[in-house]
């Protein structure tokens, strides 16, 4: 006689639904553990970084073919006035954008932040996540150039813990 021997494991069906229901909680509950909100905020100051220093290069080539590489002077864009100082954009501008006087928009107006980067006009321009928990350390600085033979210096200020 044959001796029927007693079940010692799983089902296929019990496995595949155990692993589909694991699936479904993982699914659900990995977004709530993988925040990503600080690193994409770094990711926006490390953009407006490249597009400050784009910025840089471009206006210093106009001032450079435009002979206003003096202590101040200004180029345009179209109709758009932008402050220069020592052929570098101006960390802080007028808002002069008629051509009237010698001071056009700074280097904000130059990059067209939107308001998600709020920023002062001073020198050095700070410029902060404005959704950033602790501002200060999710921020870019731009200082003036010393001369016209020296870069304006971009101090950059990102952790993820700041950025959140």
Same mark, same amino acid.
């Given at each position: ?5 007693? @079940? ?40 407006? @970084?490249? %597009? ?7 206006? $210093? ?53 939107? *308001? ?11 410029? @902060? $996540?404005?959704?950033? %928990?602790?501002?200060?350390?999710? @921020?870019? %600085? ?14 950059? *200020? ?7």
């Amino acid at each position: 006689m044959k001796k029927l021997q007693k @079940q010692a494991g799983f089902t296929l069906i019990e496995l595949v639904i155990v692993i589909v229901i694991l699936g479904i909680l993982a699914a659900t509950a990995a977004p709530k553990f993988i925040d990503l909100t600080g690193d994409a905020k770094e990711s926006v100051m490390r953009g407006v @970084q490249g %597009s400050l220093n784009s910025a840089i290069d471009l206006a $210093h080539s106009k001032a450079l073919v435009t002979a206003q590489t003096a202590a101040t002077g200004e180029f345009s864009i179209g109709t758009v006035f932008y402050a220069l100082e020592d052929g570098y954009p101006s960390a802080a501008g007028a808002g002069d954008a008629d051509g009237t006087t010698t001071n056009g928009f700074g280097v904000a107006e130059l990059l067209e932040l939107d *308001t998600e980067i709020t920023g002062t006009a001073a020198s050095p321009a700070i410029f @902060q $996540h404005s959704a950033a %928990s602790v501002p200060a350390n999710c @921020q870019l %600085s731009y200082a003036n150039a010393a001369d016209n033979n020296t870069r304006p210096v971009i101090t950059v *200020t990102l952790s993820s813990a700041g950025c959140t």
